[in-house]
Protein backbone atom coordinates (compact mmCIF):
# COMPACT_ATOMS: atom_id res chain seq x y z
CA UNK A 1 0.00 0.00 0.00
CA UNK A 2 2.87 2.08 1.16
CA UNK A 3 4.53 1.89 -2.24
CA UNK A 4 1.52 2.51 -4.25
CA UNK A 5 0.63 5.39 -2.49
CA UNK A 6 4.09 6.76 -2.88
CA UNK A 7 3.46 6.07 -6.54
CA UNK A 8 -0.03 8.01 -6.77
CA UNK A 9 2.26 10.99 -4.60
CA UNK A 10 4.95 10.92 -7.14
CA UNK A 11 2.68 11.11 -10.26
CA UNK A 12 1.41 13.94 -8.45
CA UNK A 13 4.41 15.71 -7.75
CA UNK A 14 5.77 15.42 -11.36
CA UNK A 15 2.54 17.76 -12.47
CA UNK A 16 2.54 16.12 -15.71
CA UNK A 17 -0.07 13.55 -17.01
CA UNK A 18 1.15 13.15 -20.73
CA UNK A 19 0.85 10.35 -21.88
CA UNK A 20 4.72 9.38 -23.24
CA UNK A 21 6.10 10.87 -19.85
CA UNK A 22 7.16 8.08 -17.95
CA UNK A 23 7.56 8.49 -14.01
CA UNK A 24 8.57 5.41 -11.83
CA UNK A 25 8.35 5.02 -8.35
CA UNK A 26 11.56 5.65 -5.95
CA UNK A 27 12.00 2.75 -3.41
CA UNK A 28 14.19 2.34 -0.35
CA UNK A 29 18.11 2.19 -1.21
CA UNK A 30 19.03 -1.30 -1.11
CA UNK A 31 22.07 -3.34 0.50
CA UNK A 32 24.48 -2.29 -2.40
CA UNK A 33 23.93 1.53 -1.16
CA UNK A 34 23.84 0.59 2.33
CA UNK A 35 27.31 -0.42 2.39
CA UNK A 36 28.22 1.99 0.09
CA UNK A 37 27.69 4.47 2.79
CA UNK A 38 30.58 3.30 4.46
CA UNK A 39 32.98 4.16 1.91
CA UNK A 40 35.54 6.89 2.27
CA UNK A 41 34.90 9.48 -0.38
CA UNK A 42 36.43 12.60 -1.03
CA UNK A 43 33.12 14.01 -2.55
CA UNK A 44 29.99 12.51 -0.98
CA UNK A 45 27.05 10.26 -1.57
CA UNK A 46 23.18 11.54 -1.67
CA UNK A 47 20.44 9.43 -1.38
CA UNK A 48 18.15 11.97 -1.06
CA UNK A 49 16.49 15.23 -2.76
CA UNK A 50 17.84 13.65 -6.44
CA UNK A 51 15.20 14.32 -8.49
CA UNK A 52 17.50 16.67 -11.31
CA UNK A 53 18.99 13.43 -11.56
CA UNK A 54 16.25 12.07 -12.97
CA UNK A 55 15.57 14.97 -15.49
CA UNK A 56 17.23 15.78 -19.07
CA UNK A 57 17.05 17.69 -22.36
CA UNK A 58 14.72 15.46 -24.09
CA UNK A 59 11.98 15.56 -21.47
CA UNK A 60 10.21 12.69 -22.20
CA UNK A 61 11.74 9.67 -19.55
CA UNK A 62 12.06 10.57 -15.93
CA UNK A 63 13.59 7.48 -13.93
CA UNK A 64 14.74 8.60 -10.30
CA UNK A 65 17.57 6.94 -9.15
CA UNK A 66 17.79 5.59 -5.52
CA UNK A 67 21.32 7.96 -4.98
CA UNK A 68 23.88 10.57 -6.59
CA UNK A 69 27.36 10.34 -6.35
CA UNK A 70 28.96 13.68 -6.20
CA UNK A 71 33.17 12.65 -6.93
CA UNK A 72 35.47 14.91 -5.57
CA UNK A 73 37.88 12.63 -7.30
CA UNK A 74 38.25 9.58 -9.81
CA UNK A 75 39.06 7.31 -7.01
CA UNK A 76 35.75 8.57 -5.85
CA UNK A 77 34.32 7.03 -8.90
CA UNK A 78 36.68 4.14 -9.30
CA UNK A 79 35.73 3.21 -5.76
CA UNK A 80 32.68 3.18 -5.67
CA UNK A 81 32.50 1.19 -9.13
CA UNK A 82 34.42 -1.20 -7.93
CA UNK A 83 32.33 -1.70 -4.62
CA UNK A 84 29.20 -2.43 -6.72
CA UNK A 85 31.28 -5.19 -9.13
CA UNK A 86 32.43 -6.37 -6.29
CA UNK A 87 28.62 -7.38 -5.19
CA UNK A 88 28.78 -9.30 -8.45
CA UNK A 89 26.18 -9.86 -10.29
CA UNK A 90 23.20 -10.43 -7.48
CA UNK A 91 23.73 -6.30 -7.37
CA UNK A 92 20.90 -4.79 -9.29
CA UNK A 93 22.24 -1.31 -8.90
CA UNK A 94 23.43 -0.04 -12.60
CA UNK A 95 25.22 3.37 -12.92
CA UNK A 96 25.35 5.91 -15.22
CA UNK A 97 27.56 8.68 -15.77
CA UNK A 98 25.76 12.49 -16.01
CA UNK A 99 27.40 15.23 -17.27
CA UNK A 100 25.23 18.36 -18.28
CA UNK A 101 22.41 15.81 -18.81
CA UNK A 102 21.65 17.17 -21.81
CA UNK A 103 20.57 13.72 -23.60
CA UNK A 104 17.18 13.17 -25.00
CA UNK A 105 16.16 9.61 -24.32
CA UNK A 106 16.99 8.67 -20.36
CA UNK A 107 20.51 8.25 -21.41
CA UNK A 108 22.07 9.65 -18.53
CA UNK A 109 19.47 8.23 -16.11
CA UNK A 110 19.93 5.27 -14.08
CA UNK A 111 16.23 3.51 -12.71
CA UNK A 112 16.65 3.12 -8.93
CA UNK A 113 20.30 2.99 -9.90
CA UNK A 114 22.95 4.91 -9.03
CA UNK A 115 23.93 8.32 -11.27
CA UNK A 116 27.35 9.64 -10.94
CA UNK A 117 27.59 13.49 -11.49
CA UNK A 118 30.53 14.03 -13.19
CA UNK A 119 30.38 17.89 -13.32
CA UNK A 120 31.51 17.76 -9.63
CA UNK A 121 34.77 16.72 -11.17
CA UNK A 122 35.11 20.12 -13.13
CA UNK A 123 37.04 22.97 -11.24
CA UNK A 124 40.54 20.19 -11.56
CA UNK A 125 42.93 22.52 -13.08
CA UNK A 126 43.16 22.14 -17.01
CA UNK A 127 47.00 21.78 -18.32
CA UNK A 128 47.36 22.77 -21.66
CA UNK A 129 50.28 21.83 -23.63
CA UNK A 130 51.71 24.26 -26.34
CA UNK A 131 53.89 22.82 -29.10
CA UNK A 132 54.15 21.35 -32.56
CA UNK A 133 50.80 18.98 -31.18
CA UNK A 134 49.55 21.50 -28.71
CA UNK A 135 46.57 19.70 -26.59
CA UNK A 136 45.09 20.42 -23.40
CA UNK A 137 43.93 17.89 -20.66
CA UNK A 138 40.38 18.23 -18.73
CA UNK A 139 38.33 16.67 -16.78
CA UNK A 140 35.73 14.30 -18.18
CA UNK A 141 33.03 16.73 -16.40
CA UNK A 142 34.34 19.70 -17.76
CA UNK A 143 31.93 21.71 -20.20
CA UNK A 144 33.12 22.83 -23.79
CA UNK A 145 32.52 26.69 -22.66
CA UNK A 146 35.42 26.30 -20.57
CA UNK A 147 37.56 24.89 -22.56
CA UNK A 148 37.05 27.36 -24.74
CA UNK A 149 37.54 30.46 -22.87
CA UNK A 150 40.82 28.58 -21.16
CA UNK A 151 42.23 27.49 -24.07
CA UNK A 152 41.75 30.93 -25.70
CA UNK A 153 43.94 32.65 -22.95
CA UNK A 154 46.61 30.73 -24.72
CA UNK A 155 45.92 31.48 -28.11
CA UNK A 156 44.71 28.22 -29.20
CA UNK A 157 41.41 26.29 -29.05
CA UNK A 158 39.80 22.77 -29.99
CA UNK A 159 39.23 22.10 -33.47
CA UNK A 160 35.97 20.30 -33.71
CA UNK A 161 33.06 21.54 -31.92
CA UNK A 162 29.16 20.83 -31.35
CA UNK A 163 26.61 23.74 -31.72
CA UNK A 164 25.98 24.14 -28.51
CA UNK A 165 29.08 24.38 -25.76
CA UNK A 166 27.40 23.86 -22.80
CA UNK A 167 27.01 20.25 -22.78
CA UNK A 168 30.75 17.86 -20.89
CA UNK A 169 33.87 16.34 -22.39
CA UNK A 170 32.12 13.25 -21.52
CA UNK A 171 28.86 13.42 -22.75
CA UNK A 172 29.51 14.32 -26.37
CA UNK A 173 32.90 11.64 -26.43
CA UNK A 174 30.10 9.21 -25.62
CA UNK A 175 28.48 9.68 -29.02
CA UNK A 176 31.35 12.11 -31.63
CA UNK A 177 30.57 15.20 -31.60
CA UNK A 178 29.33 16.41 -34.65
CA UNK A 179 29.26 20.38 -36.01
CA UNK A 180 30.13 22.58 -38.83
CA UNK A 181 33.98 21.92 -38.80
CA UNK A 182 33.34 17.54 -38.72
CA UNK A 183 33.67 17.92 -42.92
CA UNK A 184 37.53 18.99 -41.80
CA UNK A 185 38.39 17.85 -38.83
CA UNK A 186 36.27 14.94 -38.47
CA UNK A 187 34.12 14.96 -34.65
CA UNK A 188 35.27 15.99 -31.48
CA UNK A 189 35.95 11.93 -30.89
CA UNK A 190 38.52 12.35 -33.94
CA UNK A 191 40.81 15.16 -31.91
CA UNK A 192 41.43 13.04 -28.83
CA UNK A 193 45.10 11.99 -27.80
CA UNK A 194 44.21 10.29 -24.84
CA UNK A 195 41.75 9.18 -22.49
CA UNK A 196 41.76 8.60 -18.55
CA UNK A 197 38.75 5.75 -18.68
CA UNK A 198 36.93 3.78 -14.99
CA UNK A 199 36.00 0.95 -16.29
CA UNK A 200 32.95 -1.20 -15.33
CA UNK A 201 35.40 -2.82 -12.73
CA UNK A 202 36.61 0.50 -11.58
CA UNK A 203 39.73 -0.15 -12.46
CA UNK A 204 41.72 3.33 -13.73
CA UNK A 205 43.01 3.17 -17.13
CA UNK A 206 44.81 5.42 -19.58
CA UNK A 207 44.59 4.82 -23.44
CA UNK A 208 45.50 6.60 -26.41
CA UNK A 209 45.93 5.08 -30.00
CA UNK A 210 49.35 3.21 -28.96
CA UNK A 211 48.43 2.32 -25.37
CA UNK A 212 45.29 0.18 -24.34
CA UNK A 213 43.89 1.04 -28.12
CA UNK A 214 40.81 -0.99 -27.67
CA UNK A 215 39.68 0.76 -24.80
CA UNK A 216 40.51 4.09 -26.58
CA UNK A 217 38.85 3.52 -29.52
CA UNK A 218 35.47 1.37 -27.65
CA UNK A 219 35.24 4.72 -25.41
CA UNK A 220 35.02 6.90 -28.30
CA UNK A 221 31.53 6.92 -29.62
CA UNK A 222 30.88 3.96 -26.93
CA UNK A 223 27.79 5.17 -25.59
CA UNK A 224 29.64 5.34 -21.72
CA UNK A 225 28.72 1.52 -22.07
CA UNK A 226 32.84 0.59 -21.68
CA UNK A 227 33.88 3.05 -18.61
CA UNK A 228 33.21 6.75 -17.91
CA UNK A 229 35.43 9.36 -19.31
CA UNK A 230 37.33 11.09 -15.83
CA UNK A 231 40.34 12.92 -18.30
CA UNK A 232 40.75 13.92 -21.87
CA UNK A 233 43.74 15.51 -23.90
CA UNK A 234 42.33 17.03 -26.79
CA UNK A 235 43.99 18.10 -29.50
CA UNK A 236 44.17 22.34 -29.87
CA UNK A 237 44.48 24.44 -33.39
CA UNK A 238 45.96 28.16 -33.33
CA UNK A 239 42.45 30.04 -32.12
CA UNK A 240 41.23 32.79 -34.74
CA UNK A 241 40.25 35.98 -33.46
CA UNK A 242 37.34 36.73 -35.44
CA UNK A 243 34.70 35.11 -37.81
CA UNK A 244 33.05 35.64 -41.22
CA UNK A 245 29.15 34.24 -40.98
CA UNK A 246 27.51 33.53 -44.49
CA UNK A 247 24.17 33.09 -45.05
CA UNK A 248 22.58 32.13 -48.15
CA UNK A 249 19.13 30.52 -49.80
CA UNK A 250 18.35 27.52 -52.35
CA UNK A 251 15.00 26.92 -54.04
CA UNK A 252 16.36 23.84 -55.44
CA UNK A 253 17.62 20.80 -53.34
CA UNK A 254 20.31 19.80 -55.86
CA UNK A 255 21.57 22.47 -55.91
CA UNK A 256 21.89 23.16 -52.34
CA UNK A 257 23.55 19.85 -51.86
CA UNK A 258 25.83 20.21 -55.01
CA UNK A 259 27.55 23.24 -53.51
CA UNK A 260 27.48 21.73 -50.20
CA UNK A 261 29.55 18.71 -51.69
CA UNK A 262 31.32 21.36 -53.56
CA UNK A 263 32.83 23.05 -50.80
CA UNK A 264 33.53 20.21 -48.42
CA UNK A 265 35.56 18.61 -51.54
CA UNK A 266 37.65 21.80 -51.61
CA UNK A 267 41.31 22.08 -49.39
CA UNK A 268 40.88 26.06 -49.65
CA UNK A 269 37.19 26.10 -48.10
CA UNK A 270 35.37 27.29 -45.16
CA UNK A 271 36.16 26.51 -42.23
CA UNK A 272 32.24 25.43 -40.74
CA UNK A 273 29.42 24.43 -43.31
CA UNK A 274 26.44 23.38 -42.32
CA UNK A 275 22.95 24.15 -43.40
CA UNK A 276 19.43 23.78 -42.71
CA UNK A 277 15.69 23.46 -44.10
CA UNK A 278 13.00 26.41 -43.74
CA UNK A 279 9.68 24.89 -44.36
CA UNK A 280 6.73 27.18 -45.48
CA UNK A 281 8.06 30.40 -43.01
CA UNK A 282 7.43 34.04 -43.96
CA UNK A 283 9.56 37.06 -43.96
CA UNK A 284 13.35 34.67 -43.38
CA UNK A 285 15.36 37.31 -44.49
CA UNK A 286 13.67 40.09 -41.98
CA UNK A 287 14.34 37.75 -39.37
CA UNK A 288 18.15 37.56 -40.51
CA UNK A 289 18.48 41.30 -40.30
CA UNK A 290 18.68 41.91 -36.67
CA UNK A 291 21.90 40.07 -36.75
CA UNK A 292 22.85 39.66 -40.39
CA UNK A 293 23.43 42.05 -43.32
CA UNK A 294 21.93 41.60 -47.02
CA UNK A 295 25.02 42.24 -49.64
CA UNK A 296 22.09 43.74 -51.58
CA UNK A 297 19.51 45.65 -48.78
CA UNK A 298 17.17 46.52 -52.09
CA UNK A 299 16.31 43.15 -53.65
CA UNK A 300 16.71 41.39 -50.16
CA UNK A 301 13.65 43.22 -49.49
CA UNK A 302 11.43 42.62 -52.06
CA UNK A 303 11.96 38.37 -51.69
CA UNK A 304 9.23 36.60 -50.51
CA UNK A 305 9.22 33.07 -49.07
CA UNK A 306 5.53 32.53 -48.26
CA UNK A 307 4.56 29.12 -48.27
CA UNK A 308 7.91 27.34 -49.93
CA UNK A 309 10.42 25.59 -48.51
CA UNK A 310 14.03 26.21 -48.56
CA UNK A 311 17.38 25.58 -48.00
CA UNK A 312 20.04 27.38 -46.27
CA UNK A 313 23.94 26.96 -46.54
CA UNK A 314 25.57 28.72 -43.72
CA UNK A 315 29.53 28.69 -43.86
CA UNK A 316 32.07 30.51 -41.67
CA UNK A 317 35.60 31.61 -42.15
CA UNK A 318 38.05 32.33 -39.63
CA UNK A 319 40.87 35.18 -39.65
CA UNK A 320 42.81 37.53 -37.88
CA UNK A 321 42.13 41.24 -38.22
CA UNK A 322 45.54 41.42 -40.27
CA UNK A 323 43.99 39.07 -42.73
CA UNK A 324 41.25 41.03 -43.76
CA UNK A 325 41.50 41.48 -47.43
CA UNK A 326 43.03 37.96 -48.22
CA UNK A 327 40.14 36.54 -46.32
CA UNK A 328 37.66 38.98 -48.23
CA UNK A 329 38.74 37.92 -51.66
CA UNK A 330 39.33 34.03 -50.32
CA UNK A 331 35.32 34.49 -49.31
CA UNK A 332 34.43 36.08 -52.96
CA UNK A 333 35.89 33.68 -54.58
CA UNK A 334 34.49 30.87 -52.88
CA UNK A 335 30.89 32.20 -53.11
CA UNK A 336 31.26 33.05 -56.91
CA UNK A 337 31.20 29.91 -57.57
CA UNK A 338 28.03 28.46 -55.77
CA UNK A 339 24.29 28.61 -57.42
CA UNK A 340 22.14 30.47 -54.32
CA UNK A 341 19.40 32.85 -55.15
CA UNK A 342 21.37 35.90 -55.63
CA UNK A 343 19.35 38.71 -53.17
CA UNK A 344 19.99 36.11 -50.30
CA UNK A 345 23.18 36.47 -49.38
CA UNK A 346 23.53 37.53 -45.96
CA UNK A 347 26.92 38.47 -43.81
CA UNK A 348 27.81 38.89 -40.80
CA UNK A 349 31.35 39.27 -39.17
CA UNK A 350 31.29 38.41 -35.08
CA UNK A 351 34.14 37.42 -32.53
CA UNK A 352 35.17 33.67 -32.61
CA UNK A 353 33.59 33.49 -29.11
CA UNK A 354 30.42 34.80 -30.23
CA UNK A 355 30.25 32.40 -33.48
CA UNK A 356 30.94 29.25 -31.24
CA UNK A 357 28.54 30.11 -28.15
CA UNK A 358 25.69 31.03 -30.48
CA UNK A 359 23.32 28.55 -29.73
CA UNK A 360 23.07 30.35 -26.23
CA UNK A 361 21.76 33.21 -26.93
CA UNK A 362 19.10 31.35 -28.47
CA UNK A 363 19.05 29.43 -25.21
CA UNK A 364 18.56 32.69 -23.47
CA UNK A 365 15.63 34.10 -25.51
CA UNK A 366 13.67 30.54 -25.35
CA UNK A 367 14.27 30.28 -21.32
CA UNK A 368 13.05 33.75 -20.94
CA UNK A 369 10.10 32.81 -22.58
CA UNK A 370 9.69 29.68 -20.58
CA UNK A 371 10.00 27.53 -23.91
CA UNK A 372 13.82 25.88 -23.24
CA UNK A 373 12.63 23.13 -20.78
CA UNK A 374 10.13 21.90 -22.70
CA UNK A 375 9.95 18.41 -24.56
CA UNK A 376 12.46 17.47 -27.06
CA UNK A 377 11.53 14.61 -29.36
CA UNK A 378 14.97 15.14 -31.10
CA UNK A 379 15.87 12.80 -34.63
CA UNK A 380 19.05 12.62 -35.84
CA UNK A 381 20.40 10.41 -38.70
CA UNK A 382 23.09 9.90 -41.16
CA UNK A 383 22.18 9.54 -44.51
CA UNK A 384 24.31 8.35 -47.57
CA UNK A 385 25.07 11.03 -50.05
CA UNK A 386 23.46 8.33 -52.70
CA UNK A 387 20.27 8.06 -50.85
CA UNK A 388 19.75 12.16 -49.19
CA UNK A 389 17.69 13.46 -52.52
CA UNK A 390 15.33 10.06 -52.16
CA UNK A 391 14.91 10.95 -48.31
CA UNK A 392 14.38 14.59 -49.08
CA UNK A 393 11.95 14.20 -51.58
CA UNK A 394 9.53 12.38 -49.14
CA UNK A 395 10.29 13.68 -46.10
CA UNK A 396 11.00 17.49 -47.10
CA UNK A 397 8.61 16.82 -49.66
CA UNK A 398 5.27 15.07 -47.95
CA UNK A 399 5.97 14.14 -44.50
CA UNK A 400 7.17 17.56 -43.18
CA UNK A 401 5.70 19.22 -46.54
CA UNK A 402 3.96 22.04 -44.33
CA UNK A 403 5.74 22.95 -40.87
CA UNK A 404 8.27 21.60 -38.50
CA UNK A 405 8.23 22.37 -34.84
CA UNK A 406 11.90 23.54 -34.63
CA UNK A 407 15.32 23.86 -37.06
CA UNK A 408 15.86 20.97 -39.30
CA UNK A 409 19.78 20.37 -39.72
CA UNK A 410 21.50 19.35 -42.83
CA UNK A 411 25.39 18.88 -44.15
CA UNK A 412 27.64 16.95 -45.99
CA UNK A 413 30.86 15.24 -44.05
CA UNK A 414 33.91 13.71 -45.27
CA UNK A 415 33.83 10.45 -43.80
CA UNK A 416 37.34 9.84 -45.20
CA UNK A 417 38.61 12.09 -42.46
CA UNK A 418 36.64 10.17 -39.51
CA UNK A 419 38.57 7.29 -37.67
CA UNK A 420 36.99 4.13 -38.48
CA UNK A 421 37.92 2.19 -35.15
CA UNK A 422 35.96 4.49 -32.65
CA UNK A 423 33.03 2.73 -31.46
CA UNK A 424 30.41 5.34 -33.42
CA UNK A 425 28.87 3.48 -36.65
CA UNK A 426 28.20 5.35 -39.71
CA UNK A 427 26.83 5.05 -43.58
CA UNK A 428 29.42 3.32 -45.49
CA UNK A 429 29.83 6.17 -47.96
CA UNK A 430 32.74 8.62 -48.21
CA UNK A 431 30.47 11.21 -47.58
CA UNK A 432 27.36 11.35 -45.85
CA UNK A 433 25.00 13.91 -44.55
CA UNK A 434 23.54 14.42 -40.75
CA UNK A 435 19.87 15.31 -40.40
CA UNK A 436 19.17 16.74 -37.51
CA UNK A 437 15.26 17.08 -36.32
CA UNK A 438 15.76 19.17 -33.51
CA UNK A 439 11.86 19.78 -32.95
CA UNK A 440 10.30 20.96 -29.23
CA UNK A 441 6.86 20.50 -27.95
CA UNK A 442 5.56 22.74 -25.24
CA UNK A 443 3.64 20.37 -22.28
CA UNK A 444 0.12 20.08 -22.93
CA UNK A 445 -0.02 21.53 -26.50
CA UNK A 446 -2.25 19.56 -29.10
CA UNK A 447 -2.70 18.69 -32.56
CA UNK A 448 0.39 19.33 -34.95
CA UNK A 449 2.62 20.84 -31.83
CA UNK A 450 2.29 17.92 -29.23
CA UNK A 451 4.65 15.74 -28.23
CA UNK A 452 2.75 12.66 -29.77
CA UNK A 453 2.07 14.09 -33.35
CA UNK A 454 6.13 14.85 -33.18
CA UNK A 455 6.93 11.49 -32.40
CA UNK A 456 4.79 9.81 -34.96
CA UNK A 457 5.91 11.89 -37.00
CA UNK A 458 9.64 10.76 -36.55
CA UNK A 459 8.50 7.41 -36.70
CA UNK A 460 6.84 7.81 -39.88
CA UNK A 461 10.82 9.49 -41.22
CA UNK A 462 11.99 5.84 -40.02
CA UNK A 463 9.36 4.20 -41.04
CA UNK A 464 10.24 5.54 -44.50
CA UNK A 465 13.65 4.88 -44.13
CA UNK A 466 13.54 1.55 -43.20
CA UNK A 467 10.84 0.57 -46.10
CA UNK A 468 12.87 2.28 -48.77
CA UNK A 469 15.64 0.28 -47.49
CA UNK A 470 18.00 3.48 -46.83
CA UNK A 471 21.11 2.82 -45.34
CA UNK A 472 20.60 5.51 -42.99
CA UNK A 473 22.02 5.38 -39.09
CA UNK A 474 20.58 7.38 -36.12
CA UNK A 475 22.69 9.79 -34.49
CA UNK A 476 22.43 9.93 -30.93
CA UNK A 477 20.34 6.49 -31.51
CA UNK A 478 17.41 5.01 -29.23
CA UNK A 479 16.21 1.95 -29.63
CA UNK A 480 14.33 -0.07 -27.21
CA UNK A 481 15.48 -3.33 -27.86
CA UNK A 482 18.94 -5.43 -27.91
CA UNK A 483 17.86 -6.67 -31.52
CA UNK A 484 17.07 -3.31 -32.56
CA UNK A 485 20.79 -1.93 -31.43
CA UNK A 486 22.28 -5.40 -32.85
CA UNK A 487 20.84 -4.15 -36.44
CA UNK A 488 22.31 -0.62 -35.43
CA UNK A 489 25.77 -1.60 -34.70
CA UNK A 490 25.47 -4.07 -38.11
CA UNK A 491 28.79 -5.80 -38.69
CA UNK A 492 30.24 -4.20 -35.20
CA UNK A 493 27.86 -5.53 -33.00
CA UNK A 494 30.53 -8.96 -32.25
CA UNK A 495 33.33 -6.36 -31.62
CA UNK A 496 30.86 -3.81 -29.62
CA UNK A 497 29.93 -6.96 -27.49
CA UNK A 498 33.11 -8.53 -26.77
CA UNK A 499 34.62 -4.97 -25.88
CA UNK A 500 31.78 -4.74 -23.09
CA UNK A 501 32.50 -8.34 -21.92
CA UNK A 502 35.60 -6.94 -21.40
CA UNK A 503 35.20 -4.00 -19.51
CA UNK A 504 31.93 -4.12 -17.99
CA UNK A 505 31.16 -7.64 -17.89
CA UNK A 506 28.46 -6.87 -15.10
CA UNK A 507 26.59 -4.56 -17.73
CA UNK A 508 26.32 -1.84 -14.78
CA UNK A 509 27.23 0.90 -17.42
CA UNK A 510 24.94 3.38 -19.39
CA UNK A 511 21.75 1.93 -18.37
CA UNK A 512 19.74 4.04 -19.70
CA UNK A 513 20.82 3.14 -23.71
CA UNK A 514 19.00 -0.07 -22.92
CA UNK A 515 21.60 -2.14 -24.76
CA UNK A 516 22.66 -4.71 -22.00
CA UNK A 517 20.40 -5.25 -19.72
CA UNK A 518 22.28 -8.46 -18.01
CA UNK A 519 25.83 -9.54 -16.87
CA UNK A 520 27.62 -11.02 -19.86
P1 LIG B 1 24.68 13.57 -20.70
O1 LIG B 1 23.35 13.80 -21.28
O2 LIG B 1 24.84 13.86 -19.29
O3 LIG B 1 25.14 12.07 -21.01
C1 LIG B 1 24.98 11.52 -22.29
C2 LIG B 1 25.51 10.10 -22.33
O4 LIG B 1 26.90 10.11 -22.10
C3 LIG B 1 24.92 9.20 -21.25
O5 LIG B 1 24.84 7.89 -21.76
C4 LIG B 1 25.94 9.27 -20.16
O6 LIG B 1 25.90 8.14 -19.32
C5 LIG B 1 27.23 9.35 -20.95
N1 LIG B 1 28.28 10.08 -20.24
C6 LIG B 1 28.20 11.29 -19.67
N2 LIG B 1 29.38 11.62 -19.14
C7 LIG B 1 30.21 10.58 -19.39
C8 LIG B 1 31.57 10.31 -19.10
N3 LIG B 1 32.32 11.20 -18.45
N4 LIG B 1 32.09 9.14 -19.51
C9 LIG B 1 31.36 8.24 -20.20
N5 LIG B 1 30.07 8.43 -20.49
C10 LIG B 1 29.51 9.60 -20.10
N6 LIG B 1 25.61 16.79 -30.40
C11 LIG B 1 26.44 16.90 -31.45
O7 LIG B 1 27.18 15.98 -31.76
N7 LIG B 1 26.49 18.07 -32.16
C12 LIG B 1 25.76 19.16 -31.84
O8 LIG B 1 25.85 20.18 -32.48
C13 LIG B 1 24.89 19.07 -30.72
N8 LIG B 1 24.15 20.12 -30.34
C14 LIG B 1 23.35 20.01 -29.25
C15 LIG B 1 22.61 21.12 -28.85
C16 LIG B 1 21.80 21.06 -27.74
C17 LIG B 1 21.00 22.27 -27.33
C18 LIG B 1 21.69 19.84 -27.02
C19 LIG B 1 20.79 19.74 -25.85
C20 LIG B 1 22.41 18.73 -27.42
C21 LIG B 1 23.25 18.80 -28.54
N9 LIG B 1 23.99 17.71 -28.97
C22 LIG B 1 24.84 17.84 -30.03
C23 LIG B 1 23.85 16.40 -28.33
C24 LIG B 1 24.87 16.23 -27.23
O9 LIG B 1 26.17 16.19 -27.75
C25 LIG B 1 24.65 14.92 -26.48
O10 LIG B 1 23.34 14.82 -26.04
C26 LIG B 1 25.61 14.82 -25.30
O11 LIG B 1 25.56 13.51 -24.80
C27 LIG B 1 25.23 15.79 -24.22
O12 LIG B 1 26.29 15.93 -23.31
P2 LIG B 1 25.99 15.93 -21.76
O13 LIG B 1 27.23 16.35 -21.07
O14 LIG B 1 24.78 16.68 -21.44
O15 LIG B 1 25.78 14.35 -21.55
Known amino acids: ILLILNFILHKADSGCNNSVTTSLV ?8 ISLQSQVLDGHLSLKDNEDAAKDFGNIHHFPPLAVLHPKSVSD ?4 IKHVFEKGSDSELKIAARGHGHSLQGQSQAHEGLVIKMESLQGHEMKIHSGEFPYVDVSGGELWINILHETLKHGLAPKSWTDYLHLTVGGTLSNAGISGQAFKHGPQINNIFQLEVVTGKGEVVTCSE ?6 FHGVLGGLGQFGIITRARISLESAPKRVKWIRVLYSDFSLFTRDQEYLISLKDTFDYIEG ?11 SWRLSFDPKDPLQASQFNSDGKTFYCLE ?4 FNPDEVEVVNQGVDHLLS ?5 PPTLFLSEVSYV ?3 DRVHVSEKKLRAQGLWEVHHPWLNLLIPRSEIHDFAEVVFGHILKDTSNGPILIYPVNQTRWNSKTSLVTPEEDVFYLVAFLSSAVPFSTGENSLEYILNQNKRILDFCSHAQLNVKQYLPHYSTQEEW ?3 FGSQWGAFVERKRAYDPLALLAPGHKIFQKAM
Open 486 to 488: QAH
Open 354 to 356: EFL
Open 276 to 286: FVIINRTGILN
Open 337 to 341: QLSYI
Open 26 to 33: QFPPNEVL
Open 315 to 318: MAKY
Open 77 to 80: ISRT
Open 210 to 215: NRNADL
